[in-house]
């Protein structure tokens, strides 16, 4: 009998024990949130000073409390500590910062002034028509070297489409790049990101170009967006963006966005109008992929003094 009460009283203080150790997780989780959430609070008040675009301060102030910004604080950090590495080095004041990412176009439409909220981020360019599923190369992007005539576009799908390549070619295709400063209040599907993954083709492919080719040059900044194991969901670019633009505040940069990523429609209801996609730049159908002609990687001397030099 006493066995048996020794054994109860044990698994009395064992789930105690048990009990507490839960309690203080929570406890510790709920203290996170609360940081988090007064961080977030703080970085969205400096971020309604600085911005000047009427359209963008609108939509701060209604989705302050939303869950869109939800992970601006991890976005922030992330760029913060980027950033104050490359400030040791020896750019310009202005850059060029290339954001390699997986990305989507999911929903809805937000204004395009919302991926430059504040001054310190001067333009955002997108090279993929929208619901292309890539933006050609990472490594022409961050070097410069991509031009609009690089452009080839083809059927991503081996089986089970019936479209020729030529058909694939977009409609209307302007001859530049889609500009988020020149858009302005233009409406454009909203971005998602997500993180790049070992094996997944697209670093690896850049760094083989880079030991190749050699390096970006002078004040062009190249971003994998690589986060740890545990932090692997898509992010909005918009939330990136914000983020971006307040680490900027307290650097001596201004910057330029490239995006280099995918930019297929995922939306999970109705999918977005292609007429209006292809009014604001360009639009691709299913299954279409974009590459760059060989000819990308033929330098010219002046082209080879602005990648070194920045002249």
Not at 11 to 27: P, R, T, W
Not at 63 to 73: D, I, Q, Y
Not at 121 to 142: H, K, M, Q, R, S
Not at 285 to 310: A, C, H, Q
Request: with cysteine; aromatic share 8%.
């Amino acid at each position: 009998m006493n066995c048996d009460i020794d054994m109860l009283i044990g698994l009395l203080e064992l789930k105690k024990a048990y009990l507490e150790k839960i309690q203080l997780i929570l406890q510790l989780q709920l203290e996170k949130y609360k940081r988090q959430s007064d961080e977030r609070k703080r970085l969205l008040k400096l971020a309604i000073k600085n911005c000047k675009n009427e359209t963008v301060l609108q939509w701060l102030r209604e989705n302050e409390e939303s869950v869109t910004f939800s992970k601006l604080v991890d976005m922030f950090h992330f760029w913060n500590k980027l950033i104050d590495e490359e400030e040791k080095k020896n750019h310009g004041d202005n850059v060029d910062i290339t954001f390699v990412a997986h990305g989507a176009i999911k929903d809805f439409m937000i204004p395009a002034g919302c991926l430059l909220p504040l001054p310190t981020i001067t333009d955002v360019v997108l090279y993929a028509p929208w619901n292309c599923a890539t933006a050609g190369d990472e490594y022409g992007i961050a070097t410069g070297r991509i031009k609009p005539q690089h452009r080839v576009f083809y059927c991503n799908k081996d089986e089970g489409c019936t479209i020729p390549d030529e058909k694939h070619q977009p409609v209307k295709l302007p001859n530049h790049w889609n500009s988020m400063k020149k858009a302005g209040e233009c409406k454009i599907p909203n971005i998602t990101v997500s993180p790049l993954r070992p094996g997944d083709g697209v670093w690896e492919g850049y760094e083989r170009h880079t030991k190749k080719h050699g390096p970006p040059g002078r004040s062009r900044i190249v971003i994998p967006f690589i986060l740890p194991e545990e932090e692997s969901e898509s992010v909005q670019f918009s939330v990136v963006m914000l983020a971006l633009s307040l680490v900027l505040l307290s650097s001596r940069f201004k910057a330029t966005v490239h995006l280099s990523t995918c930019l297929c429609d995922q939306s999970t209801g109705q999918k977005f109008d292609k007429e209006q996609l292809i009014k604001q730049y360009a639009y691709t159908i299913d299954n279409t992929s974009m590459k760059v002609s060989p000819d990308m990687l033929n330098e010219t001397w002046i082209d080879y003094l602005k990648r070194w030099f920045g002249v």
